[in-house]
T-cell receptor
Framework: SQTIHQWPATLVQPVGSPLSLECTVE??????LYWYRQAAGRGLQLLFY??????ISSEVPQNLSASRPQDRQFILSSKKLLLSDSGFYLC???????????FGEGSRLTVL | DAKTTQPPSMDCAEGRAANLPCNHS???????VYWYRQIHSQGPQYIIH???NNETNEMASLIITEDRKSSTLILPHATLRDTAVYYC????????????FGAGTRLFVKA
């Protein structure tokens, strides 16, 4: 069966520090991968999606970047965090045949 | 993807059916209706999806009107654990790489 994992689960970082969140999917090949962010009390915002290795589409201009170095690995990064980067970050993949999205456990980032 | 409209919040008594409406008046013929829910501090969870016919699974039932302009998600016997934000999304099955979530409906199940 397919599984998706994210880490770290929680992170407290100072403003200006770098960030790396990692997501891996198991049990499927060539998945479409997504990064979403949810600020406190807000809705889910699609940040990036990827349809293959090295293929990244950005949905909103921002302080973050994404990379897909391997088929089932998706990384969210920042060189210098801002206070506004705080939030709950979710990685997801979707089944191509049914369109269902499956989410990871999430990474909660607090920038101080 | 077609825009969907949902009420911001609803209440339901524990043990009763929860009926969550969704309007998608501009939905095209090939767009499916998907429902997800998000329990606090967790990622969204897929519930059900459908195109034209009513659908039922172990979690819920989906009723789509004949003109497909609206749908209703039914939780037949709501429990306290069903308290969550429910999202209705209209989306193409294939070729639609992005799933955009709206504000959803916050369902409160009360004892």
């Amino acid at each position: 069966s397919q599984t998706i994992h994210q880490w770290p689960a929680t992170l407290v970082q100072p403003v200006g520090s770098p960030l790396s969140l990692e997501c891996t999917v198991e049990g499927t090949s060539n998945p479409n991968l997504y990064w979403y962010r949810q600020a406190a009390g807000r809705g889910l915002q699609l940040l990036f999606y990827s349809v293959g290795i090295g293929q990244i589409s950005s949905e909103v201009p921002q302080n973050l970047s994404a990379s897909r170095p391997q088929d089932r690995q998706f990384i969210l990064s920042s060189k210098k965090l801002l206070l506004s980067d705080s939030g709950f970050y979710l990685c997801a993949w979707n089944r191509v045949d049914t369109g269902e999205l499956f989410f990871g456990e999430g990474s909660r980032l607090t920038v101080l | 993807d077609a825009k969907t409209t949902q009420p911001p919040s609803m209440d339901c008594a524990e043990g009763r059916a929860a009926n969550l409406p969704c309007n998608h008046s501009t939905i095209s013929g090939n767009e499916y209706v998907y429902w997800y829910r998000q329990i606090h501090s967790q990622g969204p969870q897929y519930i059900i999806h459908g195109l034209k016919n009513n659908e039922t699974n172990e979690m819920a039932s989906l009723i789509i009107t004949e003109d497909r302009k609206s749908s209703t998600l039914i939780l037949p016997h709501a429990t306290l654990r069903d308290t969550a934000v429910y999202y209705c999304i209209a989306k193409f099955l294939t070729g639609g790489f992005k799933t955009i979530f709206g504000a959803g409906t916050r369902l409160f199940v009360k004892a």
